[in-house]
């Protein structure tokens, strides 16, 4: 049973930073693609950043670009979102994802139950 455990939301003023972490129990965590998104009062669930699990490649929404950070410890199981220079605009609800499966070809999304951030002008 896979679960996804995000933490590290709150309320920050416009400009501040917060950082987020999902703590997966993930049999094989280091081969699993984790992922960010995040959904924002009465509009749909977008992407914001993923890490691969193989290679550690990142991608990011354009909207955080340059001021999100996704990394992943994989010793910890856990994958961070670092977010700086907070905009209003950021304020949603954020889920973390996992990509994982038994084999290359079979694999599931996985999602935790999210965290709030709400960013005060």
């Known amino acids: 049973q896979v679960q996804l455990v995000e933490s590290g939301g709150g309320l920050v003023q416009a400009g501040g930073s917060l950082r987020l972490s999902c703590a997966a129990s993930?049999?094989?965590?280091?081969?699993?693609?984790m992922n960010w998104y995040r959904q924002a009062p009465g509009k749909e669930r977008e992407f914001v950043a993923r890490?691969?699990?193989?290679?550690?490649?990142?991608s990011y929404a354009d909207s955080v670009k340059g001021r999100f950070t996704i990394s992943r410890d994989n010793s910890k199981n856990t994958v961070y979102l670092q977010m700086n220079s907070l905009k209003p605009e950021d304020t949603a609800i954020y889920y973390c994802?996992?990509?994982?499966?038994?084999?290359?070809?079979?694999?599931?999304?996985?999602w935790g139950q999210g965290t709030q951030v709400t960013v005060s002008s």
């Open positions: 994802n996992a990509l994982w499966g038994p084999t290359a070809d079979v694999r599931f999304n996985y």
């Open positions: 993930i049999r094989t965590f280091s081969s699993a693609d």
């Open positions: 890490i691969r699990g193989s290679g550690g490649s990142t």
